[in-house]
């Protein structure tokens, strides 16, 4: 039977792996309803020309007559700009891959909930916006959420149905960055290159910086415990340079439970692709006697204080998780662009919050999504203001 999708966010790094999958899928298994990118005209006509979905959206909407131009006499629509988008994402569906990065990605992964299929998400900023909302909505849509990050999705693979009451803690595994090694001095110094050199996985530019700061991992531990409704304190971090354990369950009788794999996007994709089945994929098969070993760490939080101030952020509430993204969405887009080094990241995104805090723009629990994507607004301005010298 023919599955309808849409992929969110197509022509990044998770939306291509994607559509890699469903062209290697026996054809006739996937239709196409909607792909979507943010400027990229170029890639998402070829992508549209390639894949036929009904309907492709550039999301940026000075694109809108290029996009068409484009794709004239395919007979794909087009449509441009965030409105667009978020209706494209409603449409009717089975599935939906939520794909773009940031939290620019929250209201269409919110119109596709609203279908009451599946949400592939790989948009972690969702659940660390608005956690409650997406997971509530789910519920009340009789949607199902499953989870793309490689840890959870693990995870997610490792919860014995109906075992979830007796889980004890959750472990997520970090590749470590490309800095595990380096001195906090010499990580004064690091280039935009440097940082974007991930030792394991081939990723989007803004998940890469996150990666090298370890903010990846705060916002992982955040979006563990919205999606698992687990506290922070069952929630651990193991640093495991092979990336080949992706995300571990101990359970009160003191079993572990783990899911392995090539660190290849893939494989987890296709888990949510096929679901509740399992699907083939080009992924190389693990050859345990050819790693012959795998090695554990404990994090170092002083090293890499994102950490550190991720969880805070999550025992503060929603308004703090939802600021944290967004100061660290523009701290990144600002290192990206050469304006400030590396170590200012994590500087300006608690910077940000502690001014927040004094001013109680953060609040513990939001009403819904337009609370969220408010104090985003707020964050972003505050940090922008810190950037060109004003205090907040
Ligand atoms: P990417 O930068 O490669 O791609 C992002 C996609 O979102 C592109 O299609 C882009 O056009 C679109 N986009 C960007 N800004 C937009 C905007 N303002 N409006 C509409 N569309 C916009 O990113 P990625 O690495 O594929 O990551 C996507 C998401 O998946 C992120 O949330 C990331 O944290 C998560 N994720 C990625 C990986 C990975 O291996 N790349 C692994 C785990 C989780
Ligand atoms: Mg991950």
């Not at 559509?19 to 998402?44: I, K, M, P, W, Y």
């Amino acid at each position: 039977m023919s599955r309808r999708i849409s992929i969110l966010g197509a022509t990044g790094s998770v939306g291509t792996a994607t559509l890699d999958l469903v062209s290697r899928a026996e054809t006739g298994s996937f239709e196409l309803v909607a792909l979507t990118a943010h400027s990229n005209v170029a890639a998402l006509a070829g992508l549209a020309r390639r894949y036929r979905p009904e309907i492709a959206v550039i999301g940026d909407g000075a694109f809108a007559d290029e996009l068409k131009e484009a794709l004239a006499g395919t007979g794909i629509e087009t449509a441009a700009g965030p409105e667009a988008l978020i209706d494209a994402a409603a449409r009717p569906v089975d599935y939906t891959m939520a794909a773009i990065v940031g939290s620019a990605g929250l209201r269409p992964a919110a119109a596709a909930l609203q279908n009451g299929s599946i949400l592939a998400l790989a948009n972690k900023e969702c659940l660390v916006c608005a956690g409650d909302y997406f997971m509530d909505l789910a519920q009340q849509r009789g949607a199902r959420i499953l989870p793309v990050d490689s840890e959870h999705n693990a995870i997610f693979q490792a919860i014995y149905p109906g075992h979830d009451k007796h889980i004890r803690r959750i472990i997520l595994t970090a590749s470590g960055g490309p800095f595990r090694d380096w001195p906090v001095e010499k990580m004064k110094g690091v280039s935009r290159a440097d940082a974007l050199a991930h030792p394991v996985w081939s990723m989007g530019d803004k998940i890469s910086i996150d990666s090298a700061t370890l903010m990846n991992k705060g916002l992982e531990v955040i979006e563990a415990c919205r999606l698992f409704g687990l506290p922070s304190e069952q929630v651990d971090i193991v640093v495991h340079r092979q990336s080949v354990i992706h995300g571990l369950v101990e359970y009160i009788d003191g079993s572990v439970l783990a899911q392995l794999g090539s660190p290849d996007m893939r494989i987890p994709i296709a888990s949510t692709l096929a679901w509740p089945e399992r699907m083939e994929t080009p992924a190389q098969p693990l050859d345990l006697a050819a790693l012959s070993r795998l090695d554990f760490e404990a994090p170092d939080e002083t090293r890499f204080p994102a950490l550190r101030i991720a969880r805070d952020a999550l025992l503060a509430g929603e308004g703090a998780t939802a600021g944290l993204n967004a100061a660290n969405e523009v701290a990144v887009g600002a290192f990206l662009a050469d304006q400030i080094g590396f170590l200012d990241i994590p500087g300006l995104v608690a910077d940000c919050l502690e001014a927040m805090d004094r001013n109680a723009m953060l609040p513990k629990r939001f009403s819904g999504i337009e609370d969220a994507l408010e104090v985003d607004r707020l964050a972003r301005d505050i940090v922008a203001r810190r950037m060109s010298g004003i205090p907040a």
